[in-house]
């Protein structure tokens, strides 16, 4: 039988396996939904779907568990996913960048004495 210190290490990973999951699985449900409303309802189902093995405690039956549903999550990720328009990646990131240097800019221009 394993021992105490790595049975409690054992969950620990697990909660924290299970915990990037839902995070990143919730935050893709968002790339496909289309509207506020319809997010709520399918964050609602993905909930359902973690709850529903909230009482298991075998840690083989959860590693595999967590095994499968990584899965289904990297079978189901959006193919196209939103990128706030800012961030690197986004459509608007350094759209303005900068000038090279060496290159002065006169602002007032035509109005030099």
Do not use: C
Request: hydrophobic share 35%; proline share 8%; charged share 30%.
């Amino acid at each position: 039988m394993a021992t105490t210190a790595g049975y409690l290490a054992r969950r620990a990973a697990q909660k924290e396996r299970v915990r990037l999951l839902y995070r990143s699985a919730l935050k893709d449900t968002l790339n496909w939904a289309v509207h506020r409303h319809l997010f709520y309802q399918d964050a609602s189902d993905l909930r359902d779907k973690f709850e529903t093995n909230r009482h298991v405690e075998d840690p083989d039956v959860i590693d595999r568990l967590i095994d499968d549903a990584e899965a289904q999550y990297r079978n189901f990720q959006h193919p196209d996913p939103y990128i706030v328009p800012w961030a690197p990646g986004g459509s608007k990131f350094t759209r303005n960048p900068p000038p090279p240097q060496g290159i002065e800019i006169i602002y007032n221009y035509g109005k030099e004495n």
